[in-house]
């Protein structure tokens, strides 16, 4: 068996018997509970509000942004939580075990310390995977039942949320290789809190003309792209009648193109590379 | 062609910043060897076999493991490593940990499973096998990783400080797998600052201090020098005390108490003889060698390594 499955095996089961899975999944469930009683209560009583107008065209179409805005913020608020555990997970890792030794036994097998990173990367990239699809099926699953929409386009959505994720634990890993543990996490949140504003301040500018803005904005993701993939995933899954409209909180005003998302892509895997020589390089 | 040193370091220097925690490494040590690493807290005892096993990078130097270059990959299948602040996977049971570090280092499953069985009983804790790690004592964890270190039945095995975090039944059980180990013809490398235990299990010690060695030493040969013996006896009278000359260089009497320096302690059954014969009652005799840890004081010098 390849050491690099033996230690992505070993990361999984060190998150599961570490209790980490459990408590994401508890508070994942009640998330998910919530959600759904926040969705029937919004969509019974708007139901009862509207039933003055005679036009079924008219209400359809209320009723499909009604469900589309509440299921990308269900979305929004998951991807928070996933992007919140994929920090952790990355911060913990190599900062953790470098600091309490446990990784002097490993490095010093017959492996290469790329392995060690690329397993851990591994086993926390099919944790993350495992975790999105239970938090966003469900959130998909209770809006399909309960409203029968589904939105657009939910599988490119669905992909560029978990490599959202896969980008921020890659970071954290990168810094957690280098720093402590604390160092990291504080460094991984303010650079999502960077990319978050950047965000924001591109759709401002882009609904108020101020192609300053945007490009502020715009430069933002470049130092961390992670909320541009969030905004091209709310792009695609938001309805054809918001994409008109512009901005909302949870939808895409100012849409991060293909060549951001290919951005990201290079960015994660320089990001990787420069985590497996950042660890070859390190004293232990 | 003598057969490739188990180690061989030239000029090992490892600087940390300014300050030289390894300033000049250079040691053969052969195989089958038990060589024995002695120095003061902060000599530079656990940097150096850092460097060997190829967890920090030596600043300039060269050195060779089982005649491969350090770092060298396939090398590192024959080698085992017990770290000094050894901390384990601890939610792992006990088998679990020793299957999870034997596929580390790419054993078979039906060898592994076999092996992991006689390492557990070997180190006392074929009782515990499916307990999880927390919940170990320090010393069930120290065996635990001795086990881990050993399960490639490794030509080299690097152990710092491995007895600790022992009580007195876990230090006998770690020196009689050393001279096992030796037996079966493996090099150790024994971190150490309990000198007793080097004393009884090494075949050479390098002192260390300051992060050069200092002497380098043959246990075989401490103990040729001049010894003396202390006796506790009763009813000796002058002429007997001048007859002791025939073995003894020098005789001291301080009431019960004879201290003589002799050559070496093969004399020692004679006199006994000797004093029996001539109506002493000889209590005891004990013949005092020098001990490692008064070479070490006197090499090292009382501050240590403050």
Known sequence: MSSIFILARMTFVQAIRRRIVLTGLLLGVCFLVVFSIGFHMINTSSLTSFTGTNSSGVQNIIDTERSSGLFLAGLYAVTFLAIAMAALLGADT????????????IVTKPILRSDVVFGKWLGFAGLLGLYLLLME?????????????TAPHLLAGVVLIYFESLLVMTVAMLFSSRFSALATGGVVFGLYGLSFIGGWIEQIGAVLNSQTAVKVGILTSLIIPSESLWRRAAYEMQSPLSGLLGISPF?????PSLFMVAYAVVYLLVVLALTVRVFQKRDL | MPPVPAIETNELRKEFGDNAAVKCLTLQIQQGEVFGFLGPNGAGKTTSIKMLVGLIKPTSGKASLLGAPLGDRSTRARIGFLPEHFRFQDWLTAREFLTLHGQLFGMHSRRLSGRVDELLERVGLDGFRDRHLSTFSKGMLQRIGLAQALLNQPALVFLDEPTSGLDPVGRILVRDIIHELRAEGTCVFLNSHLLSEIEVTCDRVAFISHGEVIRLLELASLN?????????????????????????????????????TIQNESVLP???????EHGVAVFEISPKHISLEELFIETVGKEGGL
Do not use: C, F, H
């Open chain 1, 137 to 149: 099926g469900g959130t998909v699953l209770s809006i399909l039942v309960q409203s029968g929409y």
């Open chain 2, 270 to 276: 004679e006199i006994n003889r000797y004093l029996v």
């Open chain 2, 224 to 260: 040729t020098g001049q010894i003396t013996a202390v006796l506790r006896v009763k009813g000796l009278i002058p002429e007997t005390i001048s007859g002791l000359s025939t073995w003894a260089q020098q005789v001291q009497q301080e009431g019960d108490r004879l201290t003589l």
């Open chain 1, 251 to 255: 939808g895409a005003a100012s849409v």
């Open chain 1, 94 to 105: 190599m900062a953790g075990e470098i600091n309490s030794g446990t990784i002097q036994v």
